[in-house]
């Protein structure tokens, strides 16, 4: 990651300090489940506070020795230095051991890899619009809190946010009762299909986003499953709105971090180096398989 190849795209980066590839202690310190299959972890130093320094959008390796590793998006705010958070989905071997574990559990974690949104070039000053869809509000929330955190520093803040029914909305207690209190802050929530005691918005994300019918004056940041994104994007673009206003992050297929292993090439650009944020129009320079 040393060699990232991010900078010209006007995307925050930072150094990973000179020993990014060697794994630190962290300790779980708390666990809150957000939907059958996810849970917010909280990781602390053994000494307290974060692991390493960080910007919105960049991930971390988590390893469990004799279980595996995995790279996860850090889901916190760098704004707060008390602990870091990794909202997971139980989906593979490593994963459905970390949802069975207790508070106190020891891991190890490196990083950070890879490039992150740009909240101090190109999002300052903007109006913003955040979708997703699923568990891709998990790395969109680091960004979200990072902009509250500095409100003075971004215009208006609209949040989309769906999933399939109600009980997957993950982070729900502050898109219902924190991010909508702020200023200038609007969260809109939608679910694929109607269910008992919903009374809110039913509709696939990208059908909603069309319906919502935002300004053009907006920066858009785009994260959820690939057939989400192309569909919203689409939408975005029936709207007026340009791929150069939207920012996506690619976060599958991702395994060393360094792109030494190869799983994450896409044409030219390995997703844990050039990514995983990128500017949608950079997108059309890469094959369809992404």
Request: charged share 25%; hydrophobic share 35%.
């Amino acid at each position: 990651m040393c060699e990232c190849s991010c900078g010209h795209n006007g995307h925050e980066h930072i150094h990973e300090h000179k020993d990014a590839l060697m794994p630190v202690i962290g300790v779980v310190t708390s666990i809150r489940i957000d939907t059958p299959d996810v849970k917010t972890f909280r990781v602390t130093a053994p000494e307290g506070g974060i692991c390493f320094d960080y910007v919105p959008g960049q991930c971390a390796m988590l390893s469990v020795p004799g279980v595996g590793e995995a790279m996860f998006s850090i889901t916190s705010s760098p704004t707060n230095k008390d602990y870091m958070e990794f909202s997971i989905k139980k989906c593979g071997t490593l994963t459905d051991w970390l949802h069975e574990i207790e508070p106190e559990q020891q891991l190890t974690i490196r990083g950070p890899y890879g490039n992150g949104f740009p909240v101090e070039a190109d999002l300052k000053g903007q109006n913003l619009l955040f979708i997703a869809g699923g568990i891709g509000l998990a790395p969109l929330r680091s960004v979200i809190n990072y902009c509250l955190n500095n409100r003075d520093s971004y215009g208006s803040i609209d949040i989309v946010y769906g999933a399939r029914s109600s009980s997957d909305l993950v982070h729900i207690e502050e898109l219902k009762t924190v991010w909508p209190e702020l200023k200038d802050t609007n969260v809109h929530l939608t679910i694929d299909r109607p269910e008992e005691g919903w009374d809110g918005h039913v509709g696939f994300v990208p059908s909603y986003v069309k319906e919502l019918d935002f300004s053009l004056d907006k920066t858009v940041l785009l994260c959820g499953p690939p057939i989400m994104i192309k569909f919203t994007l689409a939408s975005l673009q029936e709207i007026g709105f340009d791929k150069t206003q939207v920012f996506t992050t690619m976060e599958l297929k991702m395994k060393c971090g360094v792109g030494k292993c190869g799983r994450c090439n896409i044409g030219s650009k390995y997703v844990c180096k050039d990514g995983p944020v990128f500017r949608c129009d950079e997108l059309d320079e890469l094959p369809d398989e992404y």
